[in-house]
């Protein structure tokens, strides 16, 4: 079978724990080359992986022949000049959450992408995970009937982070917003069959006046065909927790630790009758690793020239979200 080579730009303990195992379980892909800004911690990792390229900059490792797609997964701000060069370079672009810092660098990125003929796509795995596409068919199946209220929460303790870039607004662009409440985001609007957010409101603590990230948000949508929902995010919290829950005029159905790969998990519905709950019923659900969905569906659409489930103008609205989301937070 033939295999897409892979290069990660941005190769850093998230990489090294998830995204380079994920690429070498994937059937059809295979790591060829990373990088990190300092060449001689790329040649030590690059040999303790036995990866046989390795690169200080993003230009050179997709200027390689022997690369055929990038995983990107430096931090936010840097998103941008990167799949600009994998794209100029004619390399396939995947890239992790958030797509960038901006709402009009995502459009530029996508862009470049569809004109230089290469396959984009961002990284939202959880739309691969089998306990996210349960609760989709529950809900467009009508089991809880109309859907009139969603909320999700993202929280863990950010000093456990070995991304230190994530509390410098200009790496990151925000903060649990725009690295765990965008899960939350997109999970919602996958859910809801990508309906379209018309409204935005958020709060945020500390604001941004000091030119760092918040450290807590909450943000309420309401959405297109009426449906409502609200986002809390935190990294003042002193564990790590995921929910996510769908609110109908039948019932619910809700989940916790919703985010995580590789584990089981439990899915929740309860019905009511004349005010009150009348059953709880619960479903199981194992959840495989969602890196490796996702590289090998990427690596099948560059393969058999088909488009990606994430679609482009999925991942620009949610970059549009985030964007209004901050703004309205300064007011």
Known sequence: ?????????????????????????????????IQKRSLDMAKWKAEEHSVPLYFDSAEALVASKEV????????????????????????HVLVEKPM????????????????????????????????????KEVVQSGMIGEITFAQSHFIYDVKNSQRSWVLDKEAAGGGPLFDIAIHCLDSIRFVLNDDHVQNVKSMMFPDHSGGNVEKT????????????????????????????????????VSAYQFTPSNTDTILEFKFGKEGKIERIEKENIHVPDLYTCEVEHFSDCILNGTMPVVKNENSLHNQEILEMALNDSKK
Do not use: W
């Not at 303990?13 to 059937?27: C, D």
């Open 1 to 33: 079978m033939k295999k897409i080579r892979y290069g990660i730009i941005g190769f850093g303990a998230f990489a090294e724990r998830s995204i380079l195992p994920a690429i070498r379980s994937a059937r059809n892909s295979e790591i060829v080359a």
């Open 68 to 91: 055929d797609a990038v995983f990107i997964v430096s931090a936010n701000s840097q998103h941008y000049a990167e799949t600009i060069a994998a794209a100029n370079a004619g390399k």
């Open 100 to 135: 960038a810092v901006s709402f009009l660098q995502a459009k530029n990125m996508a862009e470049a992408c569809d004109r230089a003929g290469v396959r984009f796509m961002v990284g939202h795995m959880l739309r691969f995970s089998p306990l996210l596409r349960r609760m």
């Open 217 to 252: 948000s909450i943000l309420t949508l309401q959405f297109s065909k009426g449906t409502l929902a609200a986002i809390y995010s935190s990294y003042d919290t002193p564990y790590r927790q995921g929910f996510i829950e769908f609110f109908g005029t039948k019932g619910s």
